[in-house]
């Protein structure tokens, strides 16, 4: 599968994103999507992702309440909405997938994904 993730862009600190992951390629709802960022000088981390099996949802504990992942296997395409932004959101996001079935503890982890999109930049200023 390719990834390519867009909707980035520039935005005041309480201001709204939303990042969407195209997919192309089959069987879409197979995978695992996950949503990863890095910041300048930072290893990349764990934002959000969202289940193939059930739909599931799991969140960053930092984006907890201001994020929103979703996924439309109709159009192959996965969402981020990012509310609330602060200024330590700035990163570019990258979208992920997986054909593995993970277990919680390892959406987390970027080892467990196999395909992954560019990146498209967030920056919020304060």
């Known amino acids: 599968v390719q990834l390519q993730a867009s909707g980035g862009g520039l935005v005041q600190a309480g201001g709204s994103l939303r990042l969407s992951c195209a997919a192309s390629?089959?069987?879409?709802?197979?995978?695992?999507m996950g949503w990863f960022r890095q910041a300048p000088g930072k290893e990349r981390e764990f934002v959000a992702a969202?289940?193939?099996?059930?739909?599931?949802?799991y969140k960053a504990d930092s984006v907890k309440g201001r994020f929103t992942i979703s996924r439309d296997n109709a159009k192959n395409t996965m969402y981020l909405l990012m509310n609330s932004l602060k200024s330590e959101d700035t990163a570019v996001y990258y979208c992920a997938a997986t054909r593995s079935r993970l277990i919680v503890s390892s959406m987390a982890q970027t080892r467990h994904y196999s395909y992954w999109g560019q990146g498209t930049q967030v920056t919020v200023s304060s």
């Open positions: 390629g089959r069987a879409f709802s197979d995978y695992t």
């Open positions: 969202i289940r193939s099996a059930d739909g599931n949802t």
